[in-house]
């Protein structure tokens, strides 16, 4: 397992170091810089001068490369990392305690609870910072600007991949179970019709109706349009806060549910399709087994494990955040910064950003198929 | 997954990163003080009816967000910092949105040389002079003084710091008094007018990191509200500034009458609108397009009042004229006046309005009329749309050339309304028998590539116009012979070295230029702007289209003595008379 583990995190590395070169070649190839703006007023010449000197505009691409990839990894504050520690080890711990004594069959979602708490005790609590740089819209420290939308985004992303997998799992089994029925026919048409309507079409119209219409026919203002909360938030006691977060979060959670439920419920359906008609489920059918205990004992631990890959990528995504979602909505995520330092040609924040969610889509990806190993016994780590 | 989702309600509830920051911030409105120990007065004096109510807020929403709020360094001249900076910054000038015209901020007057507030002296320098309001005070009570002017004119000029000092760097000598400020400029130039936009409070910002401290918060405030929060992705809260020193003149009473400001940041211009439509934010200036202004206008019925103005950013079309172009078109025929005029003959200006925007401006006649429409001599007027005249231009040009002479169409493709105009443009110069082609580019491409290297035969893009003989001045640069990129802002590269039209007219224009930039004679400036104008003109170096709209609208029954600013003042111009109209009564 140790030397897998090692293997994926070689091959991880790689990817990302390959990922950066990438990157970093195509914003130069795309043509453009982050002074352009400045360019049109006749009078900023010598400004743009300075400051091409000063952000090293001035020097080869492959210089350019290694100065940001050498503070990228550079850590310039070493306070304690005892709470982040602390909080992984303790998840590891649990997660140990979980595969060897918990044997019921949703140990990998507690697993998987336990970990993003970890992660979030270990974000929020995050006592190291790496040198990013500073923005080149404004000058603000790249690590802070990133850290600063991380928690907006993952309140959103939780939230929509909450209610995405409590609907649409359960949506997809019973689908599998009463498969080519009328609901099964609902569901499929539901299914695609989530798939094919552009976010923005699905997050305007939540807008308009949810928000809108809701308020005219009930005179009562359910949802907000946009934003994550009311200015006065700080002044709201916890209740009013409770209900502040629930009316902002609602219109950006329901639109990312809306689609991603749509996958969960066909990826479950077509999983359990597949386990339903397997052999040792004919068998334990042809034992006499009832049919729940078939269903939930024997088929849907099996039928899980397929999920995992897909919780796991769509965690690792929730980082870059919900790009268009969090423009609509005016919610200050990660995405939303992303999309503005693209518009500004600001690399150092493009180039964060993008590494940020490399990082994520590998770890998570060794953290599934660590999962994989702990949910199903036949899959084993050569 | 039922925990994931508590878990994510109740960390939000509980998060301290509430958007908002840790600090607690509460408006109070200070009572009268009840505890005299004086006998109740029974005189029958009535305190007299306020004409405008105090207290409420406004939320103004725009689509974008100030990637700093220190509007010295770069990212600070977005327009957003300046609308926001509205309701904090002050300085000498600002703009009227009633007549566009400059007025004074900070200072009792603005100086010029018919008022004694400007100089040239004898040796050819040029003194300005600047008498402070008496009143003048920063939200900590602290006056405003000559010294703040001169530390913000010692800011500006440290070399070490990325800010735009041209002009500033040209003060030989200056001097602060309490209440006065005098500096002396190297030579007259009417760019005076801009300078000193926003002044830095000396005793607070002096000693701090001018670059990294002042980017997420603001320096003490000399306007109408000062800072409260900024909630990064989300808006800026601004509070009533106490000490304020601004009277409404109409009333008597003082300035502001609201509460609380705040800034919303919503990308989406849909978005804004339904954030407008559900009452959630008060004010707005979208992008201006047809179906943005018809859904607002369809607003009015229900209180919301829609003003859509010409503004001043000015589209026009230009020719390259340096031998970038033939890299585009090796049919290139700029350098011929005759091709120039089919040019401008083939166009069809009002087509471009209707088209483009609805109808809802006229076309321009000159740049000028972007800055100052009673300066302008309208000197395109000459030009009109006719295509068999084109046609008959174009043979000529064909004939003196000795070329297939044709067009090669570029600018931005990411931009709605120049793609339709390269569309009509197909039809335009078909009816006049021009060959034509249309070659758009992303504005990244466009903007940082082939503009400097001059790599385009047939462009449009815009310039931001602005209020005051300065800005109107600022932009002959653009026409300077002596002033091609990387250095100049001579992008037509008209008379430049490498230029395929250098003739008398480029030489008079250059020492138009150099006049306009070495007087501060009103009326001197203005015959050799009309000068310029009509050399452009005449030689078609460009041809202006039309001024973008600017749209703005409010809830009236909600906020009153809301008046749009087409000019970079801005529709915030004047926030501090803003009212809330439902607390009349």
Redesign the interface.
């Known amino acids: 397992m140790l030397a897998y583990i090692t293997r994926r995190l070689v091959y991880g590395l790689v990817t990302l170091l390959a990922l950066s070169m990438i990157v970093f070649s195509l914003l130069q190839a795309?043509?453009?810089?982050p002074?352009?703006?400045?360019?049109?007023?006749?009078?900023?010449?010598?400004?743009i001068a300075?400051?091409t000197k000063?952000w090293g505009l001035d020097q080869p691409l492959w210089r350019q490369y290694l100065t940001w990839l050498w503070n990228y990894v550079t850590p310039n504050d070493f306070s304690p990392l005892w709470v982040p520690l602390v909080a992984i080890a303790i998840a590891a711990g649990v997660t140990f305690a979980i595969v060897k004594l918990v044997k019921y069959q949703w140990k990998g979602?507690a697993i998987l609870?336990v970990w993003?708490?970890a992660v979030?005790g270990a974000v929020t609590n995050m006592t190291i910072r790496f040198n990013w740089g500073i923005?080149?819209?404004?000058?603000?420290d790249v690590w802070d600007?990133v850290f600063?939308?991380v928690?907006?985004t993952?309140?959103l992303g939780?939230?929509a991949?909450?209610?995405a997998?409590?609907i649409g799992i359960p949506l997809g089994i019973y689908q599998a179970i009463r498969q080519y029925s009328f609901f099964d026919q609902l569901g499929t048409m539901g299914a695609f019709l989530m798939f094919s309507t552009p976010i923005f079409i699905i997050g305007?119209g939540l807008?308009?109706i949810l928000?809108?219409y809701l308020?005219k026919w009930t005179g009562v203002?359910l949802f907000?349009?946009?934003?994550?909360?009311d200015?006065?938030?700080?002044?709201l006691s916890?209740i009013q806060?409770?209900i502040d977060?629930?009316q902002h979060?609602a219109l950006p959670a329901i639109s990312i549910a809306l689609i991603s439920l749509a996958g969960y419920s066909r990826f479950q359906r077509a999983s359990m399709l597949e386990v339903l008609h397997s052999d040792y489920l004919r068998t334990a059918k042809a034992k006499g087994l009832p049919r729940r205990k078939v269903v939930v004992k024997h088929a849907l631990r099996n039928a899980m494990i397929p999920i995992v890959t897909l919780v796991s990528l769509d965690i690792a995504f929730m980082i870059g955040g919900a790009i268009i979602t969090e423009?609509?909505?005016?919610?200050?995520?990660v995405g939303?910064?992303y999309?503005?330092a693209i518009a500004?040609?600001d690399y150092p924040v493009v180039m964060a950003i993008v590494m940020v969610i490399g990082i994520g889509i590998v770890a998570m990806n060794i953290i599934a198929d660590i999962l994989y190993g702990v949910m199903d016994p036949r899959v084993r780590y050569d | 997954m039922v925990l994931l989702i508590a878990f994510a309600l109740v960390a939000a509830a509980c998060s301290s990163d509430d958007g908002t920051g840790n600090e607690t911030t509460t408006t109070t409105t200070v009572a009268p003080d009840t505890t005299t120990t004086a006998p109740p007065e029974t005189t029958t004096t009535t305190e007299p009816k306020l004409e405008h109510p105090y207290g409420g807020e406004a939320i103004v929403a725009d689509d974008q967000e100030p990637p700093t709020l220190n509007t010295f360094v770069p990212g600070g001249d977005n327009f957003i910092v300046s609308l926001i900076g509205n309701a904090y910054f002050v300085g000498v000038q600002k703009i009227d949105g009633y007549t566009l015209a400059l007025i004074p901020d900070v200072v009792e007057s603005l100086p010029t040389v018919s008022n004694g507030g400007v100089v040239v002296n004898d040796d050819g320098t040029m003194t300005v002079s600047y008498q402070i309001r008496d009143e003048a005070v920063w939200e900590d009570g602290t006056p405003i003084s000559g010294d703040d002017f001169q530390f913000t004119l010692d800011t500006i000029l440290n070399p070490d710091l990325p800010i735009d000092k041209t002009t500033y760097e040209d003060v030989v000598s200056s001097d602060a008094g309490a209440k006065t400020f005098t500096y002396t400029l190297a030579a007259p130039t009417a760019i005076y007018e801009l300078l000193f936009g926003v002044i830095l409070p000396k005793h607070q910002v002096e000693g701090s990191d001018f670059v990294n401290d002042w980017n997420d918060t603001m320096w003490l405030s000399g306007g109408p509200f000062k800072f409260d929060t900024w909630a990064k992705g989300e808006f800026v809260h601004l509070v009533r500034n106490d000490n304020y020193w601004g009277i409404d003149e109409e009333t008597g009473q003082t300035l502001p009458y609201l509460d609380e400001v705040t800034f919303k940041f919503i990308p989406e211009t849909e978005s804004i609108l339904n954030a407008f439509k559900a009452r959630e934010v008060d004010a707005i200036n979208p992008a201006p397009s047809t179906e943005i202004i018809n859904t607002l206008q369809a607003l009015e019925p229900e209180g919301a009042r829609v003003e859509v103005l010409a503004g001043s950013i000015w589209e026009h079309v230009n020719f390259q004229f340096g031998p970038g172009r033939l890299d585009r078109n090796p049919n290139s025929c700029n350098d011929n006046y005759n091709m120039r005029l089919a040019v401008a003959q083939a166009i069809d200006k009002t087509v471009l309005t209707d088209e483009i925007l609805a109808g809802q401006v006229a076309p321009l006649s000159s740049f000028v009329d972007a800055f100052s429409p009673t300066l302008s001599t309208k000197a395109w007027d000459q030009y009109s749309y006719d295509p068999a005249a084109a046609a008959a231009s174009y043979a000529a040009a064909v004939a003196e050339t000795g070329k297939e002479c044709s067009v090669v169409f570029s600018t931005t493709s990411n931009n709605d309304g120049r793609v339709k105009m390269s569309e009509l443009f197909v039809g335009m110069f078909e009816a006049a028998g021009i060959p034509y082609e249309n070659d758009l580019e992303d504005s990244s491409l466009f903007f940082g590539e082939t503009l400097d290297n001059g790599t385009w035969d047939f462009g449009e893009w815009a310039w931001v116009g602005g209020a005051g003989l300065a800005a109107l001045i600022s932009n002959y640069d653009l026409f300077d012979p002596e002033a091609p990129p990387p250095d100049g802002g001579n992008y037509y590269r008209w008379g430049t070295e490498d230029s395929s039209v250098i003739d008398d007219a480029t030489a008079r224009f250059a020492e138009v230029r150099d006049e306009m930039n070495a007087t501060v004679d009103d009326q001197e400036l203005v015959a050799l702007i009309q000068e310029g104008e009509n050399i452009i003109a005449d030689n078609l170096v460009i041809i202006p289209l039309y001024a973008r709209l600017a749209t703005a609208a409010v809830w009236e029954d909600e906020i009153g003595n809301y008046k749009h600013n087409p000019t970079n003042g801005g529709h915030t111009w004047n926030i501090g008379y803003w009212y809330r109209v439902d607390l009349e009564g």
């Not at chain 1, 795309?30 to 810089?33: A, D, I, N, V």
């Open positions: 795309s043509g453009g810089g002074l352009d703006r400045l360019k049109l007023n006749p009078r900023m010449q010598d400004l300075q400051l000063d979602a609870a993003v708490l979030y923005s080149f819209q404004g000058f603000g600007l600063s939308r928690g907006a993952f309140r939780f939230t991949l909450a209610i997998l409590i305007v807008q308009i928000a809108l308020e203002k907000f349009v946009t934003g994550m909360n200015p006065g938030y700080a002044n916890l806060r409770i977060t629930i979060l423009s609509i909505f005016g919610w200050p995520g939303r910064l999309i503005t500004g040609i």
